[in-house]
């Protein structure tokens, strides 16, 4: 098996995705009943996919395998890798206590900090951690001091912040509440960071920073050169920091949300402690690169609009051949089929219904993402006998769920201006989406609102579930959020794009899907209002 993967070169980056997958697990799980050429081999094919490998893939691997993580030339190879990744696999991996002896020389300071904080390793190892010294690790202890972090400079800042105790995310969630309320418009989208603040311990590893998101940055080493685009800083950083001399202009990389993600530009400064003349770290600014220092003139990326499109045509032929065959089986036309094999059909052509359905999706989003809004209908549609057709189709899945969907209708008539295959989806998607978070038990709410004959806009109210009651409105529109305790039988495609989904939609038909603090409302043009004004121009001629 594990030859099979090796002799074959992955071709783009869902091969190499495939290869990472399975070269991980078949180490966590026969890593120790492998040959030794077997193991070079293998761990030398992770080190060439890892820059091929999105670091949310290389999380979920770390996630999967962590727990049965028992071979330790795969433990060190992900304790290597981005702290996000290194954490996920150092938290869970059950080693003996030789092995993260021999373990301990090949970590870093980020690694190690996370081994420290276990409870569950061996006393031999706790030692070896302690005999390495508090600046061997790149967190602090708990009775260490910290530099404090400048609070952000926003109305939230006007209160003070709760120390401790168990109603800090309570008291931290009623601020939000009270910001988010008492201000007055919507706040213009964050332009992206032009510059930020940080510093570095002796070891190199960034340990505080100002002016771009924690994660991103905290964790990185500028003690050593990253490779294979991965998040971190070039040979001249690395350079200057081994001589302890000044940084000018050394080149970082990111990863994170489009504000901080990219290359940057750093300057820093050593520092010294003044009572005892010892190295304590670097102090630097990293701004964003002129057009001037982008030397190989980097071409703006392919609309991806147009990659998702021609992913979805190499997906239909198979997808509708590997139907048309199970149908073949399942409707026995070239003789008698076993009650297996037939049941076996139904399965597969039921997936490739639902694979389907995915693909559409897919596909309208890539179409609304690049094409302008489209008008909304002129034809009435009754969004009430939509809901209600919708709400029967989901009677299987709730049942299956053990969810109950209790949707109230106020006012009326619910006729809207919208096509109604978009209504239709629109609808389908957010109950499905929401249905799938909510827990087995669980009721989920909404109304219908039409409160005035002349309001422009229906609106359909669904209360949040339990699940994303404290996400933000920028978690919950991120086409990778997907919250913890998402239902095993939850749909391929996340939260996250599912409600980027149902927004799109509700854009293009000329309404909106807003994101508030207890529900999340569903917009659409109402043909009442329409109706209202022709029948009084008619009544005042």
């Not at 890593?31 to 060439?48: E, K, M, P, T, Y």
């Amino acid at each position: 098996m594990i030859a099979t993967i090796l002799r074959q070169a992955p071709a783009d980056r869902r091969a190499s995705i495939a290869a990472w997958r399975q070269l991980s697990d078949i180490l966590a799980q026969r890593g120790n009943q492998l040959g030794d050429d077997d193991i070079r081999r293998s761990l030398h094919a992770l080190a060439v996919l890892r820059p091929r490998v999105p670091e949310a893939v290389r999380r979920d691997c770390a996630r999967a395998i962590a727990r049965h993580g028992r071979f330790a030339p795969l433990v060190a190879l992900y304790a290597n890798d981005v702290p996000a990744v290194s954490a996920i696999m150092l938290r869970e991996a059950r080693l003996s206590e030789a092995d993260w002896l021999a373990l301990l020389p090949a970590t870093g300071a980020m690694a190690r900090s996370v081994l420290a904080g276990r409870s569950d390793l061996p006393h031999g190892v706790n030692l070896a951690l302690a005999s390495l010294g508090s600046a061997s690790v790149a967190l602090p202890g708990p009775d260490t001091e910290v530099m404090e972090e400048p609070a952000p400079v926003t109305a939230m800042a006007a209160e003070p912040v709760v120390e401790a105790g168990p109603s800090q995310i309570s008291e931290l969630v009623r601020r939000i509440d009270k910001y988010q309320a008492t201000r007055g418009e919507p706040a213009a989208p964050r332009e992206p960071r032009a510059t930020f603040l940080f510093e570095t311990g002796p070891d190199g590893v960034i340990h505080w920073v100002d002016g771009v998101t924690r994660g991103a940055v905290i964790g990185l080493s500028i003690a050593d050169a990253a490779f294979g685009g991965e998040p971190g800083t070039d040979g001249v950083a690395a350079g200057a920091f081994r001589q302890r001399a000044e940084i000018i202009n050394a080149r970082m990389l990111l990863e994170g949300t489009p504000a901080e993600a990219g290359e940057w530009r750093f300057s820093a400064l050593p520092w010294f402690d003044p009572a005892t003349g010892q190295f304590r770290g670097y102090r630097a600014s990293a701004r964003r690169p002129h057009q001037g220092e982008m030397p190989f003139g980097r071409t703006a990326p392919q609309d991806s609009g147009d990659s998702i499109r021609q992913l979805i045509h190499e997906l239909r032929s198979p997808l509708n051949a590997i139907s048309g065959f199970a149908q073949i089986i399942s409707g026995q036309m070239f003789g008698p089929v076993s009650h297996g094999y037939r049941a076996m059909a139904e399965t597969i052509i039921a997936d490739a219904a639902a694979v389907q359905t995915i693909i559409d999706d897919l596909e309208t989003a890539a179409r609304n993402d690049s094409s302008p809004a489209a008008l909304p209908a002129e034809d009435a549609v009754d969004i009430g006998v939509v809901l209600a057709q919708v709400e029967t189709e989901l009677a299987p899945l709730l049942a299956d769920q053990g969810v109950d969907l209790s949707i109230s209708r106020v006012g009326g008539p619910f006729l809207g201006l919208v096509d109604d295959a978009n209504v239709r989806r629109m609808v389908g998607r957010l109950l499905t989406a929401l249905v799938d978070i909510s827990e087995p038990g669980a009721i989920l709410v909404g109304q219908l609102v039409l409160e005035s004959r002349h309001d422009d806009m229906l609106q359909l109210r669904i209360v949040r579930p339990a699940a994303i009651r404290f996400a933000t409105a920028a978690e919950l529109l991120d086409p990778g959020f997907s919250p913890e305790g998402e239902a095993p039988g939850a749909a391929v495609l996340s939260l996250g794009f599912s409600l980027r989904l149902v927004e799109s939609l509700a854009r293009g038909s000329g309404g909106r899907l807003d994101i508030g603090h207890n529900a999340l409302t569903l917009h659409l043009p109402s043909a009442n209002s329409k109706a209202e004004v022709e029948l009084e121009a008619q009544q005042g001629e």
